[in-house]
């Protein structure tokens, strides 16, 4: 590519490492996937905003949840294909330069922002079934949206210093917060685990209604639907962004550069874009009301248009 230089911002730099042809691939697949994930989302969100079966607090977390992988859908990878599709279009350096900004500032946000809200919805699950009736006094609407706010500012906030200040440091403490939302989850699905085996013990034979710790009715079944969607979207988490982390790790410590480091880099920030994609088909295959209020959004937009 012209004018790639020692200088250029992160991701571009490496991107003028890729062959042309490899360069235009990535960029093709990352518009498919951006359509992908927009339309998936929009949809997701239309369906939760419908859907009255899950606590509006809870609520609030996943349509968090779809917001970023919404926003990566229409903001952050059209921007990336347009940085790969440099090659062709040729653009401006200084029009160049900001796009490259813009993307990655918006690329680690919204991960960051991703890695924090499901960690908190599976710390949600773990507190309806631990505090009872005090769980809705609990958990409102008022201190999840403080939270998320919380998760915004904390994540612009590194994006920022990876991208004006330091790198090494942001990148210290967004891997350290990413590891401590790690052992959160893995803490909460430990303890919701042992504690729905030791209520199946007590109780045999009873499928719904059952009766927690703390005395409130719980449908258990709706649930363990909820916990298990959830744990499915952590599972797509884990399997895409390894990779990204380790490359990051590799290529900021390490210093390792060229055109190995490219294909290396590219592919795996592919792989966290593709999260976005993946999750709104986890959210219609594991939560039946989603599912049917995403068919019937589509059924009438389909009658309205025809």
């Known amino acids: 590519m012209e004018n790639c230089t020692e200088n250029f911002p992160f991701t571009l730099g490496l991107v003028c490492t ?17 359509m992908s994930a927009s339309l998936g989302n929009a949809l997701i969100l239309i369906a939760l905003h419908k859907v009255t079966s899950v606590h509006p607090p809870t609520k609030l977390l996943f349509q968090c949840l779809a917001v970023t992988d919404l926003f990566v859908g229409i903001i952050t990878q059209p921007l990336y294909a347009a940085i790969m599709l440099n090659i062709v279009t040729k653009m401006k350096w200084n029009i160049l330069y900001y796009v490259d900004v813009i993307e990655d500032v918006s690329s680690l946000i919204l991960c960051q922002v991703s890695i924090f809200t499901s960690t908190a919805i599976s710390l949600d699950r773990l507190l309806a079934l631990f505090l009872g009736l005090r769980y809705r006094n609990v958990v409102t609407l008022r201190r999840v949206y403080v939270l998320l706010n919380y998760f915004w500012l904390t994540s612009i906030c590194i994006a920022f210093m990876f991208n004006f200040w330091n790198g090494s440091f942001s990148l210290f403490i967004a891997i350290g917060l990413g590891a401590t939302s790690v052992i959160i989850s893995l803490f909460s699905y430990t303890k919701i685990f042992f504690k729905l ?9 009873v499928h719904q209604g059952q009766l927690n710790g703390e005395g409130i009715p719980l449908n258990i079944a709706r649930y363990k639907k909820t916990v298990s969607s959830i744990a499915w979207v952590q599972l797509a988490l884990a399997a895409c962004y390894p990779p990204y982390i380790i490359s990051v790790v590799s290529i900021m410590i390490t210093g390792w550069s060229g055109m190995s480091a490219g294909i290396v880099w590219i592919s795996a920030e592919t792989l966290v874009f593709l999260n976005s994609s993946i999750n709104p088909i986890l959210y219609c295959w594991k939560i039946k009301e989603v599912r049917q209020a995403v068919k019937d959004t589509i059924r009438k937009f389909c009658c309205s248009s025809s």
């Open 18 to 34: 890729l062959p042309e042809g490899l360069a235009v691939f990535f960029a093709a697949l990352n518009i498919f996937l951006s």
């Open 197 to 205: 085996r030791q209520q199946q013990a007590q109780v045999q034979g």
